[in-house]
């Protein structure tokens, strides 16, 4: 799954036009590379997205194509 799409249905980021101008602007990094919105995610995968005034960081647990709202953060785990 590519990231943009991972981190709209993990609900990291609600929408995925924006997910996917923080892919573009390099504000998301995989494993300590800044990576393109079509980066394929795979379980495992360290997330760290810069927002400017706060970052995340977050172990990929689960990829799934859909998902309910109150099951989206069993998809990861901050760190």
């Known amino acids: ?45 360290v997330i760290e997205i810069d927002f400017g005034t706060r970052a995340i960081k977050v172990r990929v647990v689960s990829v799934q194509e859909t998902v309910r709202k109150e099951d989206a953060s069993a998809m990861y785990t901050s760190v």
């Open 1 to 45: 799954m590519r990231i943009d799409k991972y981190l709209k249905v993990s609900r990291i980021i609600k929408r995925r036009t924006v997910a996917n101008e923080v892919c573009d602007a390099g504000k998301v990094m995989v494993n300590g590379k800044v990576v393109r919105a079509s980066y394929d995610v795979k379980v495992d995968d």
